[in-house]
């Protein structure tokens, strides 16, 4: 094991020529929290950022012999890294190698001043065990592998996963029913569901049962069920919550009302906001090119503001339009023609990006441009509502070319 640096004053930059040096040494040196790696790691790796704790990290050439994450060893790992000033965050690219199968590609950011990251994986038989810490509250010793496209977003002690893979083998316990289940079948995520589809689910003593819904859950924690209204998650997105009273809840009486709004409240004051993937880095790349940007959302004001602060993105929006501001929410255009008001531009020169169908429906009745984003509902189910369908907004520049 050896190292080998230089420093580079006034710039505050420390390059080192790592051999065979184990990154729980390097990670513990830059406080970064909630998140463990290991392995060990040769190449050259630049630190700058150390007296004015603004930390940019950033490798040339890096491997990793038995790279893991929170203990779970997950291959052989090649990374490029470079620190990337406007999103404050290290962009990674690599790949990592297991005997007897594809590599797993990795690409994305970790944000170290925000204990965060944002990463993409077209994985290949990844090992699932370093998932153990996010899932101990609802199952414990879980174990097997993973082939498909997932993205793993947020806080690093509260992480997101969406995404379609495949789960080969995955065996689990839960605690309170005492026994240990396996599933072999292909899972659809999103950051608050994980829906089965005629999953395979055996238990230790080799009992089949076949699996079909959605398991619903904050960074997977407090599980729900599904309430029995079909597509209920979709059908409600964009809604006030005073509206989906209306809807489906008119018969509750108001003490009943009272609690679930208290717990909505209750769930908003710690919940976590997931980023559409590259929103971000696309908002920042509108205002530095001269757009005019607003938000509108049926949410209202002191849950936006929490979510604006989270993800540092207060200052990037030239308006605000929140439930409080509007009298009659999505899919009334009310509130984008206010939107557009407060720009001072006329509603026919405005783009929304929408996920919602009553968003959709409220953009377009407003005279405006709809984007849909097939981040709720799938492509095929918005796309004869709108101008265009994107995923997200991981390719930035593509999307601007929409904007024309």
């Not at 720009?343 to 953009?363: M, R, T, Y």
Request: proline share 3%; net charge negative; hydrophobic share 40%.
């Amino acid at each position: 094991m050896s190292l080998f640096y230089h420093t580079k004053l006034p710039e505050d930059e420390l390059t080192l020529q790592l051999n065979d040096i184990n990154l729980d040494y390097i990670f513990g040196s830059l406080n970064i929290k909630h998140v463990v790696f290991g392995g060990q790691a040769t190449g050259i790796f630049s630190i700058a950022g150390l007296l004015n704790k603004e930390i940019r990290l950033s490798t040339k050439q890096f491997d990793v012999i038995n790279f893991a994450y929170n203990h779970s060893l997950l291959g052989n790992l090649h990374l490029f890294s470079q620190w990337e000033r406007e999103t404050k965050g290290i962009l990674l690219q690599g790949k990592i190698s297991q005997p007897n199968t594809d590599d797993t590609r990795i690409e994305g950011y970790i944000f170290p001043t925000r204990d965060s990251l944002h990463l993409s994986f077209d994985a290949n038989r990844l090992n699932l065990e370093f998932l153990r810490p996010f899932m101990d509250n609802i199952l414990s010793n879980a174990t097997g592998r993973a082939t498909g496209k997932l993205d793993f977003y947020g806080k690093f002690k509260a992480l997101n996963v969406t995404g379609d893979a495949f789960v080969d083998n995955f065996t689990f316990d839960i605690g309170y029913l005492n026994t240990s289940f396996s599933v072999t079948d292909t899972v659809h995520m999103t950051p608050t569901s994980i829906y089965f589809n005629d999953a395979s689910l055996r238990d230790r003593n080799g009992k089949l049962a076949k699996v079909k819904g959605i398991l619903h859950h904050k960074n997977f924690k407090n599980l729900s069920y599904d309430i029995g209204i079909p597509d209920f998650p979709a059908k409600i997105k964009g809604t006030t919550l005073q509206r989906i009273y209306e809807l489906y809840f008119s018969d509750y009486s108001s003490e009943e009302l009272g609690k679930i709004t208290r717990a909505c409240d209750e769930y908003e004051e710690t919940m976590d906001f997931p980023e559409v993937k590259g929103a971000v880095r696309f908002l920042h790349m509108l205002k530095t090119k001269g757009y005019r940007v607003g938000l509108v959302t049926s949410s209202y004001r002191i849950k936006i503001e929490r979510a604006l602060k989270l993800m540092d993105i207060e200052k990037v929006f030239d308006t605000i339009v929140t439930a409080d501001r509007i009298t009659s929410g999505k899919p009334d255009p009310m509130c984008y023609l206010l939107a557009a008001r407060d720009l001072q531009v006329d509603p026919g020169e405005c783009v929304v990006f929408e996920d919602s169908f009553s968003g959709i429906q409220a953009g377009t009745v407003a005279g405006m441009r709809v984007i849909g984003l097939a981040t709720t509902n799938p492509e095929e189910a918005i796309g004869d509502k709108v101008s265009a369908v994107i995923p997200d907004f991981s390719r930035p520049e593509k999307v601007l070319e929409l904007l024309s």
